[in-house]
Each structure stands twice: as structure tokens, then as C-alpha cells.
């Protein structure tokens, strides 16, 4: 028995799911998900409870393992819609920048040339004076696109310069000087 998957999903006020061909969507203030159910999970709705079990009487090993897993996703997709997700990034260095060219995203990282990054479809961005929020609906593209935007400037382990996330700690390396006088 999944110890996440037995837990019920209560709804939010103004969010309704709906299940019909093999396709569960999920819609709220924020705006509308919808994700294909794989064959072997059944996802029922009663009142303001939501509900994921493996079909069938006897379920089999693969549909044991994907109870959770499924579970997890409803509950990212309820809350998605109902108060949405972000991801926060933070500047460590000087002369790194971001600014909103429409809805892109311009980062200058000290390369010759600025980054533009294109906001996929439901993703906003929010630059500040040293960070970035990345918000939407879909939690697996809010940290896709963050991941996205980390990419174009790792932390480097010596001065810890670069992007990282706000709750990301670097650990620091030492330097040569540190190396040599042991």
C-alpha cells in the first residue's frame, strides 16, 4: 500500500476536476490543467474529495508504483490551479542583470552578448534587483524553466558567482593560496 497514494485530495473553494476518456482536468482561479491517465490507475471524484487507486482487484507491480506517483501529480495540478508555483533565483556577482523584453526574459551575464529566454506559454517572470521569480501553473515547467535560466550561469565553487536558487547553498572551495600554505 503507497502511504501517499491511500491519502485524499481535498479540493480548494472554485476548483473542480473532471475524469472522462482517460483524461483528468483540473480547473481553478488560476486557469485549466489537464494530464492523460495512464491505463491501471483510476482517479474517482466524490463531493469536495478526491481520490487515486491502482484499477482493478488484484493490482500488479507497475501499477502499485505509479499509485503515488499519480496521487502526487492531482494534488501539484490542484494546487497549480488554485494558488499557483515559483521558483526563485538569485544573482551572485558583478554586472549580472535581467530584464523583461516583453514577456522573455534578457539575462547579461558577463558574456559578449545577452541571453534571451522565451517564457513559454502559462510562465511569467519576474525580475528583481538581484533575483528572478519564475511563476506559473504547471509545477514541472516552473522548474524546468528555472532550471533553464540556472543553466546559462552555475555557481562557480570558488567565489559562489552565478545563478542559483534562493534556497540552494554552495559549498566553497579553496583556493590556491589556501592549498599551499598547509
Given at each position: 500500500?503507497?502511504?501517499?497514494?491511500?491519502?485524499?485530495?481535498?479540493?480548494?473553494?472554485?476548483?473542480?476536476?473532471?475524469?472522462?476518456?482517460?483524461?483528468?482536468?483540473?480547473?481553478?482561479?488560476?486557469?485549466?490543467?489537464?494530464?492523460?491517465?495512464?491505463?491501471?490507475?483510476?482517479?474517482?471524484?466524490?463531493?469536495?474529495?478526491?481520490?487515486v487507486m491502482p484499477a482493478g482487484e488484484?493490482?500488479?507491480?507497475?501499477?502499485?508504483?505509479?499509485?503515488?506517483?499519480?496521487?502526487?501529480?492531482?494534488?501539484?495540478?490542484?494546487?497549480?490551479?488554485?494558488?499557483?508555483?515559483?521558483?526563485?533565483?538569485?544573482?551572485?556577482?558583478?554586472?549580472?542583470?535581467?530584464?523583461?523584453?516583453?514577456?522573455?526574459?534578457?539575462?547579461?551575464?558577463?558574456?559578449?552578448?545577452?541571453?534571451?529566454?522565451?517564457?513559454?506559454?502559462?510562465?511569467?517572470?519576474?525580475?528583481?534587483?538581484?533575483?528572478?521569480?519564475?511563476?506559473?501553473?504547471?509545477?514541472?515547467?516552473?522548474?524546468?524553466?528555472?532550471?533553464?535560466?540556472?543553466?546559462?550561469?552555475?555557481?562557480?565553487?570558488?567565489?559562489?558567482?552565478?545563478?542559483?536558487?534562493?534556497?540552494?547553498?554552495?559549498?566553497?572551495k579553496a583556493g590556491k593560496k589556501a592549498?599551499?600554505?598547509?
Amino acid at each position: 500500500m503507497s502511504k501517499i497514494g491511500k491519502k485524499s485530495i481535498t479540493l480548494p473553494s472554485g476548483t473542480t476536476v473532471t475524469v472522462s476518456d482517460a483524461t483528468v482536468t483540473v480547473k481553478g482561479s488560476k486557469g485549466t490543467l489537464s494530464r492523460r491517465i495512464p491505463t491501471g490507475i483510476s482517479i474517482a471524484v466524490e463531493g469536495s474529495e478526491v481520490s487515486v487507486m491502482p484499477a482493478g482487484e488484484r493490482p500488479t507491480r507497475a501499477q502499485r508504483a505509479q499509485w503515488g506517483l499519480w496521487r502526487a501529480l492531482v494534488n501539484n495540478m490542484i494546487v497549480g490551479v488554485s494558488t499557483g508555483w515559483s521558483e526563485s533565483l538569485e544573482f551572485q556577482g558583478v554586472g549580472y542583470r535581467a530584464a523583461l523584453k516583453g514577456r522573455d526574459l534578457e539575462l547579461s551575464l558577463g558574456y559578449s552578448h545577452p541571453i534571451t529566454i522565451p517564457a513559454p506559454e502559462g510562465i511569467t517572470f519576474v525580475p528583481d534587483k538581484t533575483s528572478i521569480r519564475v511563476e506559473g501553473i504547471d509545477k514541472e515547467l516552473v522548474g524546468h524553466v528555472a532550471a533553464k535560466v540556472r543553466s546559462q550561469r552555475q555557481p562557480e565553487p570558488y567565489k559562489g558567482s552565478g545563478i542559483r536558487y534562493a534556497d540552494e547553498i554552495i559549498k566553497k572551495k579553496a583556493g590556491k593560496k589556501a592549498a599551499t600554505a598547509a
